[in-house]
């Protein structure tokens, strides 16, 4: 794995997730956590939820892994022509599945508001939201189509080693659902009122049309040329099938827990589901950047050490892959718990965003901080599994998960009577339970993962994180005390200075303990300034 390519990944990444924030910065000013957020969020978990299933999930994770391994053995020729079957039967599939969606989104939404309706929901149920709630869903659809084509799309891409054009299609997503959903949302209502938000609704399948177009150009360079092949009864095709099984049935159950966790959140309170989209967006920023750019680089080499068995490069590759995630990620996991509420009022706070959604956005935040580590090495660790054929036990582990989950949230909420942020402790402490199975059986797989020198280092990086912690809580009793109060530049100038003062610390602190990722990172840094 290459450093300059997960930087490379990171750059396009870090691009992609501020457009996120940006678009989630335009949701929050317009509609702040109103219940028709809520039900605009509730909407987009329908096809979203399938996209991770099909699309970056099984789909994705099966056809790099087959892909890669089909180029090195047979070459360009049979690869290509594999390429040409999937998307064929990709796009024949997921439209039958987009057709399913738009006929059954009553019960579906039925499903989802389920527990509002139950005697312990601690908010009122309205018929209005739940008519827009279906339109939205029923819009937004064909959306898990193009996504899903723009995930085999970035797997080739990713498989030839270009890694640029697709870590940037999230940035045309964005912008296409930021800019589309704005102009159609004003032009049905300019009041920005709740029938504006089935603008956005449409914004979304324009983003997910730019998301898969703008990779095209960069396809055709690599040498890819789409024909229609409906041959499916293909060994390659089988083999992708053969993984995505068990990667669909442990997907499936991760995102019953997402499901579930937004069910429990629409029962909660008004609000509730966009506080938590809120600050999930927010501790999606160093899982994108960081974790999802690690294990975008990192899969192919694993893939290709794990031909005919596991070999001798592939422990060293994924060890690497956690050691420079826990680098990058632990202090922005410290930043986001210690400054949550100055972040949330400098992106958030403003128009129909108030105080109140400060609040309850930043306890949320801190919540999910607690296993952001965790979600971010299972980036990397999951897909480990598939590229050495052992795809069964993140499914089985994913279904203890389940158990967890489920269990978590009906004490913490139906019998603790918990707010929403419980809702984000739950998925910080399924996230680390399923990391530390994965991990001990990745190592008994493997014969180990250095796991003494990751926990040495993990040592020396809390020490850092001391340091670094040392700096925000000294900026919040100072330069940050009153989030909301000073005007947004001033606040966005204390941020600036209290981040680059703690980065500075942590990644000093870890040079002067030898920490080697910090080498690596300083000298890529300082190669980027010479430029």
């Known amino acids: 794995m290459s450093a300059k390519a997960t930087w490379k990944v990171s750059a396009a990444v870090m691009a992609s997730r501020v ?36 699309a970056e999930g099984a789909l994705s994770q099966a056809f790099v892994t087959t892909f890669s391994k089909k180029l090195k053995a047979e070459g360009e020729a049979s690869a290509w022509l594999l390429a040409n079957k999937m998307m064929t039967l990709a796009a024949v599939f997921m439209s039958g599945v987009t057709l399913l969606g738009i006929l059954t989104a009553p019960w579906m939404v039925d ?19 739940v008519a827009l709630t279906v339109t939205m869903v029923r819009v937004m659809y064909p959306f898990i189509l193009l996504v899903s084509l723009a995930a ?11 890694f640029g054009m ?74 992708i099938l053969h993984l995505m099984a068990p990667a669909v049935i442990a997907a499936s159950v991760v995102q019953i827990n997402v499901v579930v966790n937004s069910m429990f959140a629409y029962s909660v309170c008004q609000g509730a589901v966009s506080w938590l989209n809120y600050a999930f967006r927010l501790m999606q920023l160093p899982i994108g950047v960081f974790g999802v750019a ?49 972040l949330v009022s400098l992106l ?8 109140h959604d400060r609040l309850q956005t930043a306890i949320a935040l801190r919540a999910y901080g ?28 994913s279904f203890l998960a389940l158990g967890v989950n489920l269990a978590c949230n009906y ?22 339970l399923n990391f530390l199975i994965l991990f001990a059986m990745m190592r008994r797989f493997t014969g180990g993962l250095d796991t003494a020198s990751l926990l040495g280092m993990l040592a020396k990086l809390l020490l850092a994180g001391a340091v670094l912690a040392g700096v925000c809580l000294t900026a919040s009793h100072s330069l940050l005390r009153d989030p909301g109060q000073a005007p947004w530049l001033l606040r966005c100038g204390a941020l600036a200075i209290t981040i680059t003062s703690a980065a500075a610390a942590y990644f000093l602190t870890t040079k002067l303990l030898r920490v080697p990722e910090a080498d690596e990172a300083l000298t890529m840094l300082l190669r980027k300034l010479r430029r």
């Not at 085999?152 to 270009?162: F, I, K, Q, W, Y």
């Not at 979600?375 to 582990?397: E, G, H, N, S, T």
């Open 348 to 355: 958030y706070e403003r128009r129909a965003f108030d105080a």
């Open 111 to 129: 499903i989802l508001t389920a527990l509002a309706r139950t005697g312990a929901a601690r908010r009122d149920f309205n018929l209005d939201e």
């Open 166 to 239: 697709p870590a940037l299609a999230s940035c045309f997503f964005n912008l296409g659902s930021m800019l589309g959903g704005a102009a159609f949302g004003y032009w049905l209502d300019p009041a920005w009122g709740p029938r504006s938000l089935i603008g956005f609704a449409i914004g979304v399948v324009i983003g997910g049309l730019a998301q898969l177009t703008c990779q095209f150009p960069a396809l055709r360079r690599a040498g890819y040329h789409f024909s229609s092949n409906f041959r499916w009864r293909d060994p390659g095709v089988r083999q």
């Open 411 to 432: 004490l913490f909420v139906m019998k603790l009577h918990w707010g929403h942020q419980s809702l984000a402790l739950t998925t910080s402490i399924t996230a680390c």
């Open 294 to 342: 690690v294990a975008t680089v990192t899969l192919p080499a694993l893939s290709r050490a794990a031909i005919g068995g596991i070999a001798p490069e592939f422990k060293p590759t994924l060890t690497k892959g956690l050691r420079l995630v826990a680098f990058l990620v632990l202090p922005s996991t410290l930043g986001l718990i210690l400054l949550a509420e100055p």
């Open 19 to 54: 457009l996120g924030l940006a678009r989630e910065m335009l949701f929050a000013s317009l509609f702040g956590g109103s219940r028709w957020m809520d039900c605009f969020n509730l909407a987009f978990r329908v096809p979203n939820l399938l996209r991770d299933l099909f």
């Open 370 to 397: 607690y296993g952001l580590l965790f979600y971010a090495w299972l980036k990397v660790l999951q897909p480990a599994f598939y590229a050495i054929d052992q795809r069964w036990f993140p499914m089985l582990v």
């Open 152 to 162: 085999l799309v970035m797997g080739m891409l990713n498989a030839r080693n270009v």
